[in-house]
């Protein structure tokens, strides 16, 4: 039934047309068969999931709560790896405000991540955020071949983060201008290897599919952002509460 369930998700995504419910049975077989299933393909599950959303012309709020149900249960899904002859389980970490870490550049994703701590301790998601960093790397598949870097978002528990005065709620996020040259590591705005227009369309698509409060960045030239000490090489989102 694994099987049947990814195959039946792919074809959803390729544009057969299925009923939403065929598909939420589908859904619903994966996760209880979850310890069946490779960690790669939840995630793959919850992306498929989200593409089906859109293609539905889903109310955007009733988008966001669906992805936070199947995201709830990715995460739980229990990732196994083998220690000799033995299975050994570990669960996802989740932290006591019930947000858990951005998956960590699964394979065929169009972003990469950095920063502190390593392993994603830095990078707890509120739901929201979690949703509209899936979306826009949907989004932005669709367009460049380039992944875009996630950084810091928040620590376990919304600890004060160090070298921040933010990044305590979940909804905020460190991200990379994206490069000409397509190397995964920083740029300022001001270097030759800075990219203006991809930036610029990177900071739209998340204007487009998420609640943006404010974009920290010392790119001008880049309609809406604002100026902030220390925001040369990459820039900040704050989504709404």
């Not at 299933?37 to 992306?47: D, G, W």
């Not at 994703?109 to 979306?135: D, E, F, K």
Request: net charge positive; glycine share 8%.
């Amino acid at each position: 039934m694994t099987a049947a369930a990814v195959v039946g998700l792919q074809l959803l995504v390729q544009g057969t047309q299925f009923h939403i419910s065929h598909f939420y049975r589908l859904l619903n077989c994966a996760i209880s068969t979850c310890m069946d299933f490779q960690c790669e393909t939840i995630e793959l599950a919850c992306f498929l999931f989200l593409e089906f959303s859109i293609l539905a012309k889903l109310d955007c709020k009733d988008i966001q709560l669906r992805v936070e149900r199947v995201n709830r249960a990715s995460q739980f899904l229990v990732k196994k790896r083998l220690r000799g002859n033995a299975v050994v389980s570990e669960i996802a970490p989740q932290d006591n405000r019930g947000y858990f870490v951005l998956p960590q550049a699964p394979e065929g994703a169009g972003y990469y991540v950095y920063g502190t701590p390593p392993n994603g301790g830095g990078q707890y998601a509120h739901p929201s955020m979690m949703t509209a960093l899936i979306r826009v790397e949907r989004a932005w598949q669709s367009i460049d071949r380039r992944r875009f870097g996630v950084g810091n978002i928040s620590l376990a528990g919304g600890t004060p983060f160090p070298g921040h005065s933010t990044h305590r709620s979940g909804l905020e996020v460190d991200l990379r201008p994206l490069r000409k040259d397509g190397a995964e590591v920083a740029v300022a705005w001001s270097h030759i290897a800075y990219d203006r227009e991809a930036t610029a369309k990177l900071i739209s698509l998340f204007r487009s599919y998420a609640p943006v409060e404010l974009v920290y960045f010392n790119d001008t030239k880049i309609p809406g952002v604002t100026l902030f000490v220390n925001h040369d090489n990459h820039f900040h989102v704050k989504l709404r509460f």
